[in-house]
């Protein structure tokens, strides 16, 4: 049942990046439409991952009251590096159109070290996580977090427009 849920959702998410996409890469005027498209996004998404979590990891009543307060820890560490990928995407969408060399390669090594930063949040996390609920179930969290974070990412490139050369 829970395969089907998770499922479920990743075909939503596919074809709303799909469906979005093209109307992202014609309003790149200013950006706008693709910020707010991306606003969007990140509350929604935000507002579903624990509860895809909760569907998706089974917790003993005792663990989800030890589990949850440890996840939301978790998550707010993992929210400081959305925010600056999020930062990086805003200004992608200001500049895309000028974009020198010097900007594309900061912004590169910008996007580089959130995901570094990210791997490196999640390890920290791995051994706490444990202490909480036993190492199958924490991997299995690491697992649906991990896609969480994936479709995210790839929804997030969906919205985005490439480089205009």
Known sequence: ?????????????????????AFA????????AVEKDIVLLRRDLRADKKKLIAASVPLSPEEATRFWPVYDQYSQDMAKHNDEFYSLVKDYIANQKTLTDAQATDLLKRWSQIQVDQ?????????????????RKAALFFQIDRRIYALMDIQTS????????
Do not use: C, D
């Open 1 to 21: 049942m829970k395969k089907i849920i998770f499922s479920g959702l990743v075909l939503v998410l596919a074809l709303t990046a799909s469906s979005k996409s």
């Open 25 to 32: 890469q014609r309003e790149t005027e200013t950006g706008v």
């Open 119 to 135: 791997a490196q949040t999640r390890q920290k996390w791995v051994p706490l996580i444990e202490k909480v609920i036993p190492a």
């Open 158 to 165: 969906a919205e985005l427009p490439l480089i205009i050369q």
